[in-house]
């Protein structure tokens, strides 16, 4: 069963980057078609997505964030990271990665949405 | 940048009851549509993807359907285990992958 994990520092100031990685087990993420994602929840809030990867290495980030963000991968060591620039109070959340692509064995068809996702990490910018 | 909402924000909801939740996108997404459930605390769970098809482990009494702008989730006969929040997902690809969540509907007992 493919499981992901969150790994990064819980606290971080304003105006740093905030840094955080996804270990991906029992898949690797430089085969098949899936891509890897960042999204985020402000406590009490709803989800936002941040991004995503493909294999290829080619990344997608949301408009609203897109300027502060980096998507990449480390295939020797199965993991995909994040680096969000100039963080402030508003980027507190929650922070989950996610394997985006669901594949229908009766379509063949790989669908993008968010069947596993990790655990997710909180992360509070503050000084 | 298209735009998810959904309706209500809260449902209280008596075990038992049918639920209906909705989904409406600012512009049209097809079939390119997924529902999520989220307890407190824990990761989201994908539900429904391609507006209408469950996901592998979902139970039947779970169901969508629509296509374009309007969506809807059903649950035919509530269960305590189904107390949530919803969320609604679109994952368009042209003309750049764009992915937004609708801000959820919390289903709370009655």
């Known amino acids: 069963q493919v499981q992901l994990q969150e790994s990064g520092p819980g606290l971080v100031k304003p105006s740093e980057t905030l840094a955080l990685t996804c270990t991906v087990s029992?898949?690797?993420?430089?085969?098949?078609?899936?891509?890897w994602s960042w999204i985020r929840q402000p406590a009490g809030k709803g989800l936002e997505w941040i991004g995503h990867?493909?294999?290829?290495?080619?990344?997608n980030s949301n408009p609203s964030l897109e300027s502060r963000v980096t998507i990449s991968l480390d295939t020797s060591k199965n993991q995909f990271s994040l680096n969000l620039r100039s963080v402030t109070a508003a980027d507190s959340a929650v922070y989950y990665c996610?394997?985006?692509?669901?594949?229908?064995?009766?379509?063949?068809?790989?669908?993008?949405?968010?069947?596993?996702w990790g655990q997710g990490t909180v992360v509070t910018v503050s000084s | 940048e298209i735009v998810m909402t959904q309706s209500p924000a809260t449902l209280s909801v008596s075990p038992g009851e049918r639920v209906t939740l909705s989904c409406r996108a600012s512009?049209?997404?097809?079939?390119?549509l997924a529902w999520y459930q989220q307890k407190p605390g824990q990761a989201p769970r994908l539900l429904i993807y391609?507006?209408?098809t469950r996901a592998t482990g979902i139970p039947v009494r779970f169901s969508g359907s629509g296509s374009g702008t309007d969506f809807t989730l059903t649950i035919s006969s509530l269960q305590s285990e189904d107390f949530a929040v919803y969320y609604c997902?679109?994952?368009?690809?042209?003309?750049?992958?764009?992915?937004?969540f609708g801000p959820g509907t919390k289903v709370d007992i009655k």
């Open positions: 029992r898949y690797s993420i430089s085969s098949g078609s899936y891509s």
């Open positions: 997902q679109h994952y368009n690809n042209w003309p750049l992958a764009d992915r937004s």
């Open positions: 391609a507006a209408s």
């Open positions: 990867i493909y294999a290829s290495g080619k990344s």
């Open positions: 996610a394997r985006e692509g669901y594949y229908d064995h009766l379509t063949g068809i790989l669908y993008d949405a968010f069947e596993i």
């Open positions: 512009q049209s997404v097809t079939s390119n």
